[in-house]
């Protein structure tokens, strides 16, 4: 039997062992959730999002115009939710003591004249954030910032898989400030920690003019109104960015821990960049309808998982190696990567690393550390 032959076999042997694993989170038909899974997998080998090159580089046994025409028909009229994926990628994760802290942001881009906007709602694991659930927004929003109803569709996805006594915080920047939007919250029972911008009015002054004036100190353990809501105010100098301050208010938490929760937000900054430049271009994608770009980046978002998962597992084989300005040479996510796209393309070759794989994803989630 020929090289590739082989190299094809393996490959379907490893589209059914994650088969078995994630088909009763997604409870997609067999022939979609193998689909599903030669997307993810060509994904991490080839690092685009371009359909022609995942079609030119799947290790099957079909023409590729056969394999490309399937990928197209996936995105086309298949149906696979956000909140089944964010379900599927929650169950990776350990759940922290005090619950999960959240991440809410928005990204997009732009491909010819259309606007690419994509709210997200994330789960801090570590200093990054996981996708849990998403909107791709309408175009009448352009590049525009998201709407209150928007953020409160988003935000009942996330309640659909997380019950709000797990939540421990939602952390938000000043693009989520407004009166109808912390009112709703507060409805909702959820805490959060918001940035304020600069003129926002905080009792009778602003929030820079408090911030300047040290005032916030004596204010940190009072409640204040913001857009019509009590609430504790907190600040702290930065040096850096355009503004010198950030200043945050909370429902539930006060001086340095609100700061240190509004800390853990960038860690969605963090996923957008290993989800663009720095792993999987999803820039780069023609798709410009809503539905088929949530379908693509639900593909992106277990690619993602089982990256960072597996890098984790490799860091606590080999050990962390820094270098002299004290980060990390490589990130977990990155780690993860180059190691499953070489696995991944010679299946054959790395049998025994793949089975380490299949454990890692199959078994419990690790006992981890969490800081919230």
């Known amino acids: 039997m020929r090289k590739q032959d082989y190299n094809t076999q393996a490959a379907r042997a490893t589209v059914e062992s994650l088969r078995e694993t994630i088909n009763p989170h ?37 023409t590729v115009d056969s394999i490309y025409r399937r990928f197209q028909r996936f995105f086309a009229t298949c149906i696979l939710k956000p909140e089944a994926v964010g379900r599927l990628i929650l169950s990776f994760l350990p759940r922290p003591p005090k619950g999960w802290v959240l991440a809410m942001d928005r990204t997009n881009w732009q491909f010819g004249k259309s606007h690419i906007n994509i709210l997200v709602v994330s789960v801090i694991h570590g200093a990054v954030g996981y996708p849990i659930a998403w909107r791709v927004l309408p175009k009448t929003t352009g590049s525009g910032n998201s709407g209150k109803l928007h953020r409160i569709a988003v935000m009942e996805s996330v309640l659909s898989i997380l019950p709000k006594t797990e939540i421990h915080a939602l ?11 912390l009112s709703r919250l507060n409805l909702m029972g959820a805490s959060y920690v918001v940035r304020l911008k600069k003129n926002a009015r905080v009792g009778e002054h602003p929030a820079e003019h408090l911030a300047k004036h040290g005032r916030w100190r004596k204010l940190a353990s009072l409640r204040q109104e913001v857009f019509g809501q009590k609430v504790y105010f907190t600040a702290k100098r930065i040096n850096k960015g355009r503004d010198p301050w950030v200043m945050v208010i909370s429902n539930s938490f006060n001086g ?19 989800l663009k430049k720095r792993g999987y271009q999803f820039e780069e994608t023609h798709m410009t309808r809503g539905p088929r770009i949530s379908k693509l980046l639900g593909v992106l978002a277990v690619a993602f998982a089982f990256c960072h998962r597996w890098g984790r597992k490799l860091e606590e084989e080999k050990g962390i190696k820094l270098k002299k300005h004290g980060y990390r040479a490589k990130s977990l996510f990155r780690q993860g990567l180059e190691s499953l796209h070489c696995l991944f393309a010679q299946p054959i070759i790395h049998a025994k690393r793949l089975a380490e794989f299949f454990e890692v994803i199959l078994r419990k989630p690790l006992a981890e550390n969490f800081v919230v």
């Open 26 to 62: 997604l409870d997609l038909p067999k022939a979609r959730m193998t689909c599903f899974l030669m997307l993810v997998l060509a994904v991490i080998r080839q690092r685009t999002v371009s359909l022609v090159w995942l079609a030119k580089n799947t290790t099957s046994s079909a």
């Open 171 to 181: 952390t938000m920047d000043r693009e989520f400030i407004g009166k109808g939007r």
């Open 256 to 274: 340095c821990e609100a700061l240190s929760l509004y800390q853990k937000r960038w860690g969605i900054e963090t996923l957008f960049g290993h």
